[in-house]
């Protein structure tokens, strides 16, 4: 009796926290001052703390585990034509308050645009194409540097494990000019459902529950490093995608490491050079055909890597993702992911890290 009166408490709590989570969600300065910079990295160390010594993913087992009874809850509903409404209701309640709370409003914080005082996210076409420029004259460089001959792929030296530790490095050379950057107790991990996320075409992802950055250990190791990065962004409570790539992008050209260096920049004309052929094909082609043949087999390598695991799921996946954004304030969903582009164009003119052509 008193374990059904709790379990209706929490299904009437279900709609409650909606409520309250759609009015908190337009105060996004009361976010940013009171969770994000306030409780919630207090959160996220403790997390990282107590499961960033563990050499495996304890939020991976948790969605494994989750899968797990969802699949057998199923066959059972299959089996007996009974759904317990309650329960389902109870659990999503219950789920639903700690995604909130350990991590979930940090996707209506202020934009990392405001904070960083970057003036605008507008650009031209003609804007794009000096970047786009400027990026490969960066990337060629570091290609030269790294294999002293322009049609030799980039090969990243270092194990997962050692990268993992490098990332550290990036992200305390940036948090000295910027603090809100400042990662400690670091707690970043192969995911052990990789082969899942990469049929998925996810390369890595942050788990809410645990604070555990999760990379897809199948990723190209050309854009190891930066992925890496990108995850550590999450962790420090910035979920919107571009603003995490922004983070990631800068974590990883600050790092001492050239490697690390390369797969920032890398990465970034990849984005770079995806917005320009959507603006202008011609000047597309002219860019792309300024690049050294040893980053084209990097680039082609990687391509052929996610070709070889589409399948006629991915797009399902990724609209599901795309919706879960849109329902956190991220209207874009993942489109999102490109507008890093027009934050660091605009950046790059404010605090210039590219020189100029």
């Given at each position: 009796?008193?374990?059904?009166?709790?379990?209706?408490?929490?299904?009437?709590?279900?709609?409650?926290?909606?409520?309250?989570?759609?009015?908190?969600?337009?105060?996004s300065?009361?976010?940013?001052?009171?969770?994000?910079?306030?409780?919630?990295?207090?959160?996220?160390r403790?997390?990282?703390?107590?499961?960033?010594?563990?050499?495996?993913?304890?939020?991976?087992?948790?969605?494994?585990?989750?899968g797990?009874?969802?699949?057998?809850?199923?066959?059972?509903?299959?089996?007996?034509?009974?759904?317990?409404?309650?329960?389902?209701?109870?659990?999503?309640?219950?789920?639903?308050?700690?995604?909130?709370?350990?991590?979930?409003?940090?996707?209506?914080?202020?934009?990392?645009?405001?904070?960083l005082?970057?003036?605008?996210?507008?650009?031209?076409?003609?804007?794009?194409?000096?970047?786009?420029?400027?990026?490969?004259?960066?990337?060629?460089?570091?290609?030269i540097?790294?294999?002293?001959?322009?049609?030799?792929?980039?090969?990243?030296?270092?194990?997962?494990?050692?990268?993992?530790?490098?990332?550290?490095n990036?992200?305390?050379?940036?948090?000295?000019?910027?603090?809100?950057?400042d990662?400690k107790s670091?707690?970043?991990?192969?995911?052990?459902?990789?082969?899942?996320l990469t049929?998925m075409?996810?390369?890595?992802?942050l788990?809410?529950?645990?604070?555990?950055?999760?990379?897809n250990?199948?990723?190209?190791?050309?854009?190891?490093?930066?992925?890496?990065?990108?995850?550590?962004?999450?962790?420090?409570?910035?979920?919107?995608?571009?603003?995490?790539?922004?983070?990631?992008?800068?974590?990883?050209?600050?790092?001492?490491?050239?490697?690390f260096?390369?797969?920032?920049?890398?990465?970034?004309?990849?984005?770079?050079?995806?917005?320009?052929?959507?603006?202008?094909?011609?000047?597309?082609?002219?860019a792309f055909?300024?690049?050294?043949p040893?980053?084209?087999?990097?680039m082609?390598?990687?391509?052929?890597?996610?070709?070889?695991y589409?399948?006629p799921f991915?797009?399902?996946?990724?609209?599901?993702?795309n919706?879960?954004?849109?329902?956190n304030?991220?209207a874009?969903?993942?489109?999102?992911?490109?507008?890093?582009?027009?934050?660091?164009?605009?950046?790059?003119?404010?605090?210039?890290f590219?020189?100029?052509?």
């Amino acid at each position: 009796m008193k374990n059904r009166k709790l379990n209706f408490i929490l299904a009437i709590l279900l709609p409650i926290q909606w409520l309250l989570i759609q009015s908190v969600s337009t105060k996004s300065s009361f976010i940013e001052n009171y969770y994000s910079l306030g409780l919630y990295p207090y959160i996220a160390r403790f997390s990282r703390i107590i499961f960033g010594w563990l050499p495996f993913s304890i939020g991976d087992l948790f969605y494994i585990l989750l899968g797990i009874i969802i699949i057998k809850s199923i066959i059972r509903i299959i089996k007996t034509r009974k759904i317990k409404f309650l329960k389902i209701i109870v659990n999503i309640s219950i789920i639903y308050f700690f995604f909130h709370l350990l991590w979930g409003f940090n996707y209506f914080r202020e934009p990392l645009q405001k904070s960083l005082q970057i003036s605008s996210t507008d650009y031209t076409t003609e804007e794009l194409e000096v970047f786009t420029h400027q990026l490969i004259n960066k990337v060629n460089h570091l290609q030269i540097i790294i294999t002293h001959i322009d049609t030799l792929k980039v090969e990243i030296p270092h194990s997962k494990k050692d990268i993992y530790i490098k990332v550290e490095n990036g992200y305390s050379k940036l948090s000295q000019e910027l603090a809100h950057f400042d990662y400690k107790s670091p707690s970043i991990k192969n995911s052990l459902i990789s082969l899942p996320l990469t049929y998925m075409g996810f390369s890595g992802y942050l788990n809410p529950f645990t604070g555990e950055a999760q990379v897809n250990s199948l990723n190209p190791m050309v854009s190891y490093p930066v992925t890496s990065c990108h995850e550590v962004a999450h962790q420090l409570g910035y979920a919107a995608e571009n603003e995490a790539n922004f983070i990631g992008f800068l974590a990883a050209i600050n790092n001492e490491d050239i490697y690390f260096q390369y797969s920032g920049y890398y990465l970034t004309l990849r984005y770079a050079l995806n917005d320009l052929y959507s603006h202008d094909k011609e000047k597309y082609k002219a860019a792309f055909d300024s690049i050294n043949p040893g980053i084209i087999k990097n680039m082609r390598e990687s391509h052929e890597f996610w070709n070889s695991y589409q399948n006629p799921f991915e797009i399902y996946f990724k609209q599901i993702f795309n919706q879960f954004l849109k329902v956190n304030k991220q209207a874009e969903g993942i489109k999102s992911y490109n507008r890093m582009v027009g934050m660091l164009i605009n950046y790059n003119q404010q605090h210039p890290f590219l020189e100029p052509n």
